[in-house]
């Protein structure tokens, strides 16, 4: 899967590029059933400059399915906790758009069976 990082309102750290990285290669088993055509967004940012404390940590992920996208956003007081909650959010969708395609080619199969 090709993931393209983007952080607005702040620096993307070599330390969170790498955090976000794998953290979305942990994905890769769940898409490649679909191929290379899978593609990701993430961006991450700062929701307020001028604020230090509370909810000011935004993180949205965007997968590119065949058929459907997978889309999540969250918002916390610490980046990595806004991104994992995003992460596990598209991982949901992910698992089930699979069971929704799974179940829609049995269908499809037990047609042509029955013939």
Do not use: W
Not at 45 to 66: S, W
Not at 72 to 89: I, Q, V
């Amino acid at each position: 899967m090709k993931t393209s990082i983007k952080a607005s309102g702040m620096k993307l750290t070599d330390a969170m590029r790498s955090v976000i990285e794998e953290k979305m290669s942990l994905l890769d088993p769940k898409v490649e059933r679909f191929g290379d055509v899978v593609k990701a967004r993430v961006e991450v940012c700062k929701t307020t400059v001028h604020h230090r404390k509370g909810d000011v940590f935004h993180a949205e992920i965007i997968i590119k399915l065949p058929g459907k996208d997978a889309c999540a956003e969250a918002t916390s007081d610490d980046l990595y906790k806004a991104f994992g909650e995003a992460k596990k959010e598209v991982a949901r969708q992910i698992a089930v758009s699979k069971n929704v395609h799974i179940d829609k080619r049995k269908a499809k199969h037990e047609k042509t069976a029955k013939r």
